[in-house]
């Protein structure tokens, strides 16, 4: 295999999962490194999704409804779940667990980001008031800036889906700073070590209204955890090294560079 120039494109090579549909923060783009155009869907970790040092207080009053305002004036410390409205990212489970640390830490609050049918968006709006969830705000879908800010403001990332089928919101939290606690199956157990947080153990009756609650349970007991060691401070610069060494645009070039040369036998 010879290596083509500048003047002819090579179409990135994306790692498994990487092109996952649905993911929000990849863009089709020309890269240029040592005289070769490569052409891919980068992502903009290290541009949009980085610490932005945004606090909870004022910056969060951005982005929920009227009626929410109030819920965030006690929050000085916010935990987040990000994703699509379907039974397998299990919100259901998520805010099973803001029951719980939302009642140990009355400074904590969850943010909810994201959106689905209309009977689902019901059902969960029903299920936060049902369990009495006086800081849980529901925010809708937002953009990258946005999520960049809540992740930056954030103690920990909650996303525990059932087998992710990689799992970038994991990459793009991290990225901001951010630990997460996932779920041990799919994607992100390639990648999620203790040093960026932790992925419970499955929960098999989890399709179950009580095999939920104890998903809910294993995801606060991780929250409470994170809250208590401060992970934030502690594992937060980590995070922010693991995803630029791993992750970024220079890291996925360089490893494409790497593979292309492997195959031309230079």
């Known amino acids: 295999m010879r290596l083509r120039r500048r003047s002819q494109r090579i179409p990135g090579r994306i790692p498994s999962g990487f092109n996952t549909p649905g993911t929000s923060s990849w863009g089709l783009r020309e890269f240029h490194v040592h005289g070769m155009a490569i052409a891919g869907p ?23 409804a009227e009626e929410d305002q109030p819920k965030v004036a006690s929050m000085k410390r916010l935990v987040t779940f990000v994703g699509k409205f379907a039974d397998w ?40 008031k049902t369990l009495g969830l006086e800081r849980t705000v529901f925010l809708g879908p937002k953009g990258q800036d946005v999520l960049a800010e809540l992740f930056s403001m954030s103690e920990v990332g909650m996303f ?3 087998k992710e089928p990689f799992g970038m919101v994991f990459i793009e939290c991290m990225a901001c700073g951010c630990p997460t606690i996932g779920a041990n199956s799919g994607g992100p157990t390639e990648f999620v070590k203790p040093e960026q947080g932790v992925l419970i153990e499955e929960e098999p009756e989890w399709h179950s209204d009580e095999g939920m609650q104890r998903l809910g349970g294993k995801v606060a007991a991780q ?15 980590g995070c922010v090294d693991f995803v630029t060494k791993n992750f970024s645009t220079v890291a996925q ?10 195959w031309s036998g230079a």
């Not at 980068?42 to 929920?64: M, N």
């Not at 667990?97 to 009642?103: D, G, H, I, V």
């Not at 929250?223 to 610069?237: C, F, M, Q, R, Y």
């Open 42 to 64: 980068w992502t903009t970790l290290g541009s949009t999704f980085c610490p932005k040092g945004t606090p909870v207080a004022g910056d969060l009053s951005k982005h929920p």
């Open 89 to 128: 990212k299990r919100l259901d489970a998520v805010l099973y667990a803001a029951k719980e640390y939302e009642a140990k830490f009355p400074d904590v609050g969850t943010a909810i980001v994201g959106t689905g049918p209309p009977d689902a968006v019901e059902k969960y709006h029903t299920m936060a």
């Open 160 to 162: 525990p889906s059932y």
């Open 223 to 237: 929250v409470i955890k994170a809250l208590e060691e401060d992970w934030k401070k502690t594992k937060g610069a």
């Open 253 to 262: 070039v360089e490893g494409m560079l790497a593979n292309m040369k492997e």
